[in-house]
C-alpha cells in the first residue's frame, strides 16, 4: 500500500498549518485536530443511526444497496474489488439502523505520482443512501467519517467524482481535474495516418521501420511494468503500480485485448536486457483505456493506435475514443481526423473534485518544487510572494539556495484568495491569468502575477481509464 515514509511525512503538522487552522471550516478543522476515529459513531434524532466500518457479512447487503441505488457496480465487478490485494473490508462505512445497512461509502487508499513526489492519497466512491433515509443526515455524516478516516490513515489529498458537485462543494471540496478524451471515425483516423506517412520526409531522418504489433502474452507482464513505470515517473496523476496490483489489474478483465508493439522479430520479452517490447495499448470495445510508448519510439503510438481502428473496423465499431493525458501527441491526430476532443472540467454532469485536509503542510512540502520552477525560469531571485488567503497572511521566500514559507509576513507583491482557489493553484488546476481576469484571485502587482505563473503553474494532470475501468 502506502509507504511508511511518505505516510509518516504526510502527517507532520507545520507551523503554516497552525497559523491557519484558525481560518479553516470546523469540518476541516476538526480533522486537523482529530487524534483518533471513533469506531461506532451515533446520530440521528434519536440516534438511531450509528456508522461503522463494514465487516465481510455486510458485502451482500452492501451490494444490494448499490445496485438499488446507484444501479452499479455488476456482481462481477464488486468481487474484483475485494480481491485488489490493498482492499479491506473496513475501507467501506455503512450507516445502519438496527442491523440493517441503509448508507454506504468506500474509500481506497493508494499512492500516485505529482511531478518528483509519490503522495498517499484516497479516493472516495460510492456514496449512497437508501431514499426513504435521503433527509436524516447520513450522507453528511458518512462523508464526514470518510473525511476522518483519510486523514487519520496520513492522507492529505482526498479524490471523488460525482454528478452532484454541489453536496460536496457545500462541504469544502473543489474542482480540480479535467476529462481528456478524443473521439474521431476509426476508418477518418486511418486515413489521416496514411496521409502522414505518405508525406515527404527529412531525407536526413533515419527512416521509421514497422514495428510488430501483436497481442500482449501473460508472461510479458513485466514488460508492461517497466513500460508503465518508466514514462510515469515525472508525470501527475497517474498511480503507483505495485506487482500485485498490475497482477490484479490484469485479472479482472476490465478490457478486451492488450496490444504490444515490438522493435524487432517477435518474440516473448522474458529478459528485461533485451526490451523489444516499446509500447502497449489496453483496449476495451473501441475505447484504448491506456497506451503507453518508450520516449525514443514515439512512432509506436501511432501504430498502435492503426492497430486499434483496424480492429474497431471488422468488429463494425465506427469510432474509436482515446482516454489519455492532455499533452499526449495523438489528441491532435483525433483532432486533424475530424474527431472531438474533450478537455473540460465535466463530461457527461460528471466533475472530478478534490480535498486538501491540510493545505499549508502540502504547500511547505511543495517548496523544493517551487524552487526548481523559480530557477528554471530564471525568477530574478532573491523573490518574495506574498499569500493572503482568507485574511491570513504568508509569503513565499525564494533565495538563491533556499526556499521559505513565513507565516504574517505578505509584503509588496502578493495575491489573495480563498482555500478553494489555494487548493486549485497547488495541485496545478488552475489557471493563473484566467483567474486574476475573473477575479477569482486578486493580485497587487504585475509581478505577482508573474511569479504566481511561474511557481504553481497549470499542470496535465490525469489518472489513466485503466485503474478505474469497471468490469
Same mark, same amino acid.
Given at each position: 500500500?502506502?509507504?511508511?515514509?511518505?505516510?509518516?511525512?504526510?502527517?507532520?503538522?507545520?507551523?503554516?498549518?497552525?497559523? #491557519?487552522?484558525?481560518?479553516?471550516?470546523?469540518?476541516?478543522?476538526?480533522?486537523?485536530?482529530?487524534d483518533?476515529?471513533?469506531?461506532?459513531?451515533?446520530?440521528?434524532?434519536?440516534?438511531?443511526?450509528?456508522?461503522?466500518?463494514?465487516?465481510?457479512?455486510?458485502?451482500?447487503?452492501?451490494?444490494?444497496?448499490?445496485?438499488?441505488?446507484?444501479?452499479?457496480?455488476s456482481?462481477?465487478?464488486?468481487?474484483?474489488?475485494?480481491?485488489?490485494?490493498?482492499?479491506?473490508?473496513?475501507?467501506? #462505512?455503512?450507516?445502519?439502523?438496527?442491523?440493517?445497512?441503509?448508507?454506504?461509502?468506500?474509500v481506497?487508499?493508494?499512492?500516485?505520482?505529482?511531478?518528483?513526489?509519490?503522495?498517499?492519497?484516497?479516493? #472516495?466512491?460510492?456514496?449512497?443512501?437508501?431514499?426513504?433515509?435521503r433527509?436524516?443526515?447520513?450522507?453528511?455524516?458518512?462523508?464526514?467519517?470518510?473525511?476522518?478516516?483519510?486523514?487519520?490513515?496520513?492522507t492529505?489529498?482526498?479524490?471523488?467524482?460525482?454528478?452532484?458537485?454541489?453536496?460536496?462543494?457545500?462541504?469544502?471540496?473543489?474542482?480540480?481535474?479535467?476529462?481528456?478524451?478524443?473521439?474521431?471515425?476509426?476508418?477518418?483516423?486511418?486515413?489521416?495516418?496514411?496521409?502522414?506517412?505518405?508525406?515527404?520526409?527529412?531525407?536526413?531522418s533515419?527512416p521509421?521501420?514497422? #514495428?510488430?504489433?501483436?497481442?500482449?502474452?501473460?508472461?510479458?507482464?513485466?514488460?508492461?511494468?517497466?513500460?508503465?513505470?518508466?514514462?510515469?515517473?515525472?508525470?501527475?496523476?497517474?498511480?503507483?503500480?505495485?506487482?500485485?496490483?498490475?497482477?490484479?489489474?490484469?485479472?479482472?478483465?476490465?478490457?478486451?485485448?492488450?496490444?504490444v508493439?515490438?522493435?524487432?522479430p517477435?518474440?516473448?520479452?522474458?529478459?528485461?536486457?533485451?526490451?523489444?517490447?516499446?509500447?502497449?495499448?489496453?483496449?476495451?470495445?473501441?475505447?484504448?483505456?491506456?497506451?503507453?510508448?518508450?520516449?525514443?519510439h514515439?512512432?509506436?503510438?501511432?501504430?498502435?493506435?492503426?492497430?486499434?481502428?483496424?480492429?474497431?473496423?471488422?468488429h463494425?465499431?465506427h469510432?474509436?475514443?482515446?482516454?489519455?493525458?492532455?499533452?499526449?501527441p495523438?489528441?491532435?491526430?483525433?483532432?486533424?481526423?475530424?474527431?472531438?476532443?474533450?478537455?473540460?472540467?465535466?463530461?457527461?454532469?460528471?466533475?472530478?473534485?478534490?480535498?486538501?485536509?491540510?493545505?499549508?503542510?502540502?504547500?511547505?512540502d511543495?517548496?523544493?518544487?517551487?524552487?526548481?520552477r523559480?530557477?528554471?525560469?530564471?525568477?530574478?531571485?532573491?523573490?518574495?510572494?506574498?499569500?493572503?488567503?482568507?485574511?491570513e497572511?504568508?509569503?513565499?521566500?525564494?533565495?538563491?539556495?533556499?526556499?521559505?514559507?513565513?507565516?504574517?509576513?505578505?509584503?509588496?507583491s502578493?495575491?489573495?484568495?480563498?482555500?478553494r482557489?489555494?487548493?486549485?493553484?497547488?495541485?496545478?488546476?488552475?489557471?493563473?491569468?484566467?483567474?486574476?481576469?475573473?477575479e477569482?484571485?486578486?493580485?497587487?502587482?504585475?509581478?505577482?502575477i508573474?511569479?504566481a505563473?511561474?511557481?504553481?503553474?497549470?499542470?496535465?494532470?490525469?489518472?489513466?481509464?485503466?485503474?478505474?475501468?469497471?468490469?
Amino acid at each position: 500500500m502506502t509507504s511508511t515514509a511518505v505516510r509518516s511525512e504526510s502527517n507532520k503538522r507545520s507551523p503554516a498549518s497552525n497559523h #491557519l487552522a484558525g481560518t479553516l471550516s470546523p469540518m476541516s478543522a476538526s480533522l486537523l485536530n482529530a487524534d483518533s476515529f471513533p469506531l461506532d459513531r451515533r446520530f440521528g434524532t434519536d440516534r438511531e443511526f450509528r456508522i461503522v466500518p463494514a465487516r465481510p457479512g455486510d458485502h451482500h447487503a452492501i451490494h444490494c444497496l448499490l445496485v438499488s441505488t446507484l444501479h452499479r457496480p455488476s456482481s462481477s465487478e464488486f468481487q474484483a474489488q475485494h480481491e485488489d490485494p490493498f482492499y479491506e473490508p473496513s475501507d467501506r #462505512l455503512v450507516v445502519k439502523r438496527d442491523e440493517q445497512v441503509v448508507a454506504h461509502s468506500r474509500v481506497w487508499n493508494r499512492e500516485l505520482h505529482f511531478g518528483q513526489r509519490i503522495l498517499p492519497v484516497s479516493t #472516495l466512491s460510492d456514496l449512497a443512501v437508501l431514499p426513504e433515509y435521503r433527509n436524516e443526515g447520513c450522507a453528511s455524516e458518512l462523508l464526514r467519517a470518510a473525511e476522518q478516516t483519510m486523514f487519520a490513515g496520513g492522507t492529505k489529498i482526498g479524490f471523488l467524482r460525482t454528478q452532484n458537485s454541489e453536496f460536496f462543494a457545500d462541504r469544502g471540496w473543489v474542482r480540480c481535474g479535467r476529462h481528456s478524451h478524443s473521439i474521431a471515425g476509426a476508418r477518418d483516423i486511418l486515413s489521416r495516418l496514411q496521409e502522414r506517412q505518405a508525406s515527404p520526409r527529412d531525407p536526413l531522418s533515419p527512416p521509421v521501420e514497422p #514495428l510488430n504489433i501483436r497481442m500482449w502474452r501473460h508472461v510479458e507482464q513485466a514488460a508492461l511494468m517497466r513500460l508503465y513505470e518508466e514514462c510515469t515517473g515525472d508525470t501527475y496523476g497517474p498511480l503507483v503500480r505495485t506487482e500485485p496490483y498490475w497482477r490484479w489489474l490484469i485479472s479482472r478483465r476490465a478490457y478486451d485485448r492488450i496490444y504490444v508493439a515490438i522493435d524487432g522479430p517477435d518474440k516473448l520479452e522474458l529478459n528485461d536486457k533485451l526490451t523489444p517490447i516499446v509500447g502497449y495499448a489496453v483496449m476495451h470495445e473501441g475505447q484504448i483505456l491506456e497506451l503507453v510508448t518508450t520516449p525514443d519510439h514515439p512512432d509506436a503510438a501511432e501504430q498502435l493506435l492503426a492497430r486499434a481502428c483496424g480492429d474497431a473496423i471488422e468488429h463494425d465499431l465506427h469510432y474509436v475514443r482515446l482516454d489519455a493525458a492532455p499533452d499526449f501527441p495523438l489528441h491532435d491526430t483525433f483532432a486533424a481526423a475530424g474527431g472531438r476532443r474533450c478537455n473540460s472540467e465535466v463530461d457527461n454532469s460528471e466533475v472530478m473534485m478534490t480535498k486538501l485536509f491540510d493545505p499549508m503542510s502540502f504547500l511547505e512540502d511543495s517548496l523544493a518544487e517551487i524552487h526548481r520552477r523559480a530557477k528554471a525560469a530564471k525568477l530574478a531571485l532573491p523573490f518574495d510572494l506574498g499569500l493572503l488567503i482568507d485574511d491570513e497572511r504568508f509569503a513565499i521566500s525564494v533565495r538563491q539556495r533556499s526556499v521559505k514559507l513565513l507565516p504574517g509576513k505578505l509584503g509588496r507583491s502578493y495575491f489573495e484568495c480563498g482555500l478553494r482557489e489555494l487548493t486549485q493553484m497547488l495541485l496545478g488546476h488552475l489557471d493563473i491569468e484566467e483567474s486574476v481576469e475573473s477575479e477569482a484571485i486578486r493580485a497587487s502587482t504585475r509581478t505577482a502575477i508573474d511569479a504566481a505563473r511561474v511557481l504553481f503553474p497549470r499542470l496535465p494532470i490525469w489518472r489513466p481509464a485503466f485503474d478505474s475501468m469497471p468490469a
